[in-house]
């Protein structure tokens, strides 16, 4: 038989004043909460747990209402509903050893032995800063740094000098990428003895690392993108041992290098960065971006699609809508992609791109060939040299262009208008009929 603690046991571990105090600031919840705890009296539990349910909906902040609606489930013999409701208490409450007491019996129930010792512990012991050091210790040795910095934390306060503790934590926080952190914890030891030689020897490192970090990321915010990447550089240098801080420099500069435009250097390092961290979303959307920028636009779709997949809730826009910008510029190139007729990047400048139109016009003009066959084909490249031309030197059909849009495609243009032949607006050199004979006009 699983039981659940009466009010004399929750008085002994959470105090007298504590238990008269709800949490709840409505009245429809203090309703709630006074109706289930009569109807658990009186032994009406499915009732009794109705409006339990509606105290954790109205206020979901509450340890206490999630242990009380525990007690009703555990009333009912259903020990696995209790469980997630105990953790949440615990979660909210780290310290309410009453919640921690009752899924310790639960755990040792279901076999979980391990986890059950850890919430005796916690109950036996939970002021005696040694065991909790010990058992920060196994969890560092688990690899769990989390668990063995909420082990150590309250170690801090339960010794008048814990130099060792404060050391520990700011270690652990700097292996997590924490470094704010880190150097917090580093300080509160020095305060306890400035002349601490391994607390002043870590705080010099982690001082550093966190100078260079925070400025790369202001130099970012500043859009000076190169200085960034140098910045970062720099962080790979000072710390090239703590995989985190290699995995995030690599990262930004891949970010910054799309930035700049720099589309193969910014494949390479983006590549690099997520055969480090696959799971990470930023690398994949930022080297579909240098995808774009190099024109594979296949590729830039399966990153976007691949980032897609560890945004499970779907809540970042950022891939939502590079998704769909690359799926549109891999349709138009399927069409006509105005960049590789012309030859050019798509950072070219218009100076660049007039260059290579006129370059392309004049060998391809119609006049330059005898057969009607090969008049037809020169034709045909000709209409795309002057259609490119003229979308990549207007700015705004040109920002349509790269946003995904060809706005010379008869479906997107409202109204028809025109020929119809895909020439730009007011531009058709043939329409006179024949002779192909005019001047060239340069913006």
Known sequence: ?????????????????????????????????????????????????????????????????????????????????????????????????????????????????????????????????ESRELRAECYIRMGDPQKAIQDLTPTTRLRNDNRAAFLKLSMLHYSLGDHHESLNHIRECLKLDQDDKECFSHYKQVKKLSKQLDAAEELIQQDRYQEAIDKYESVMKTEPNVPYYTNLAKERICFCLVKINLAQEAIDVCSEAHQRDPRNANVLRDRAEAYILNQEYEKAVEDYLEAREFDSEGERIDLKEGLERAQKLLKISRKRDYYKILGVSRNANKQEIIKAYRKLAQQWHPDNFQSEAEKKEAEKKFIDIASAKEVLTDPEMRQKFDAGEDPLDPENQQGGGGGGQGWPYHFNPFESGGSFHFKFHHN
């Open 1 to 129: 038989m699983i039981c659940f603690c009466p009010d004399s046991i929750l008085s002994r571990y959470m105090g007298a004043d504590s238990i008269c105090v709800l949490g709840a600031t409505h009245v429809e919840i203090e309703h709630h909460l006074e109706m289930g705890r009569k109807l658990l009296a009186a032994g009406q539990l499915a009732e009794a747990l109705s409006h339990y349910h509606s105290a954790v909906e109205g206020d979901s902040k509450n340890y206490l209402t999630y242990y009380k609606r525990a007690a009703v489930f555990l009333a009912m013999g259903k020990s696995k509903s209790a469980l997630p409701d105990l953790t949440k208490s615990i979660q909210l409450k780290p310290d309410f050893l009453a919640a921690r007491l009752q899924r310790g019996n639960i755990l040792l129930k279901q076999g979980n032995t391990q986890e059950a010792r850890e919430d005796f512990e916690a109950v036996i012991s939970p002021w005696d800063p």
